[in-house]
């Protein structure tokens, strides 16, 4: 079982910078991969970015990828998510989960509850 905590969301100007954490509790957390999605207003959540339980492999989606980066620290059961030059479309509630590194949304066991980061013009 494991628990998941985002935080550090909030309201930034287009090209700006925010990073979100994702704080896990559990002992089996350095087992499992964690992704980070998205959802905004009348979408379907999609697929952000994911990082293998070692830390060693990423995969962004082409939306993202070049302005987000995922790192964990296993140490510390917390997962990042870096999202620099912001854009009004990456407007959304960001949710981090744990699953298979090549997994599908519906193949994640474990969610956040999410954090709003919205970007103004």
């Known amino acids: 079982q494991v628990q998941l905590v985002e935080s550090g969301g909030g309201l930034v100007q287009a090209g700006g910078s925010l990073r979100l954490s994702c704080a896990a509790s559990?002992?089996?957390?350095?087992?499992?991969?964690m992704g980070w999605f998205r959802q905004a207003p009348g979408k379907e959540r999609e697929f952000v970015g994911a990082i293998s339980w070692s830390g060693l492999s990423t995969r962004y989606a082409v939306s993202v990828k070049g302005r987000f980066t995922i790192s964990r620290d296993n140490a510390k059961n917390t997962v990042y998510l870096q999202m620099n030059s912001l854009k009004v479309e990456d407007t959304a509630v960001y949710y981090c989960a744990a699953g298979p590194y090549r997994g599908t949304i519906a193949e994640y066991d474990y969610w956040g509850q999410g954090t709003q980061v919205t970007v103004s013009s």
């Open positions: 559990g002992r089996t957390f350095s087992s499992y991969a």
